[in-house]
Nanobody, 120 residues
Framework: QVQFVESGGGLVQAGGSLRLSCAAS????????MGWYRQAPGNQRELVAG???????NYADSVKGRFTISRDNAKNTVYLQMNSLKPEDTAVYYC??????????????WGQGTQVTVSS
């Protein structure tokens, strides 16, 4: 019911940059917060960054000062600028959108994920 178009993942060397983008859409879908979680092999999924419809942001401590999340509400699109990438940033990054469909309560929807690999 909710579709995601994610792009921007890839392979970079340590110290490099990537920019992820994610557009969410769906009929009667009202979006509140958007952002990314990530999951590395053998690890639990963790929140990387989130942004509310009003522009309030939240970052994992490990990425503060390096990553910047932004949002285009008109396009239901969220961006994650990732600078000074480290090997420990290597993971599958999953876009999420928290919102509600018609006659439904608010819940979180997930994209397919995009691989980010940072070589040392």
């Amino acid at each position: 019911q909710v579709q995601f178009v994610e792009s921007g993942g890839g392979l970079v060397q340590a110290g490099g940059s990537l920019r992820l983008s994610c557009a969410a859409s769906g009929s009667t879908f009202r979006i509140n917060a958007m952002g990314w979680y990530r999951q590395a092999p053998g690890n639990q999924r963790e929140l990387v960054a989130g942004i509310s419809s009003g522009g309030s942001t939240n970052y994992a401590d490990s990425v503060k000062g390096r990553f910047t999340i932004s949002r285009d509400n008109a396009k239901n699109t969220v961006y994650l600028q990732m600078n000074s990438l480290k090997p420990e940033d290597t993971a599958v990054y999953y876009c999420y959108a928290e919102g509600s469909l018609l006659l439904s309560s608010s819940r979180t929807y997930w994209g397919q994920g995009t691989q980010v690999t940072v070589s040392s």
